[in-house]
């Protein structure tokens, strides 16, 4: 079964940090792109960064460029997204999906993220 499990949100206040996690298992990524995507309330889903799973070039959302980076741990097969300096507009849950040929073919499940002002 293919799997990507979010984890690491939580309530955190302007300007501090979290670390998301996305595990994934079921199956080899080296030729998808992980991204991560964010849905506040209300709002429509938004991307947040991708990157292969391989390597290479990455790409940030310019409202959280410098802010966000995606890492990948390849020996434990997850992806990180480390986020510093919150701003409450961060707030949102936020997914990680794989995408291989323009689909999305995988999505995880979302872990919340609050920022507080």
């Known amino acids: 079964q293919v799997q990507l499990v979010e984890s690491g949100g939580g309530l955190v206040q302007a300007g501090g940090s979290l670390r998301l996690s996305c595990a994934a298992s079921?199956?080899?990524?080296?030729?998808?792109?992980i991204n991560w995507f964010r849905q506040a309330p209300g709002k429509e889903r938004e991307f947040v960064t991708a990157?292969?799973?391989?390597?290479?070039?990455?790409y940030y959302a310019e409202s959280v460029k410098g802010r966000f980076t995606i890492s990948r741990d390849n020996t434990k097969n997850i992806v990180y997204l480390q986020m510093n300096s919150l701003k409450p507009e961060d707030t949102a849950v936020y997914y990680c999906?794989?995408?291989?040929?323009?689909?999305?073919?995988?999505w995880g499940q979302g872990t919340q993220v609050t920022v507080s002002s």
């Open positions: 079921g199956r080899t990524f080296s030729s998808y792109i």
């Open positions: 990157s292969k799973w391989s390597g290479g070039t990455t």
């Open positions: 999906a794989a995408a291989q040929r323009g689909h999305y073919e995988y």
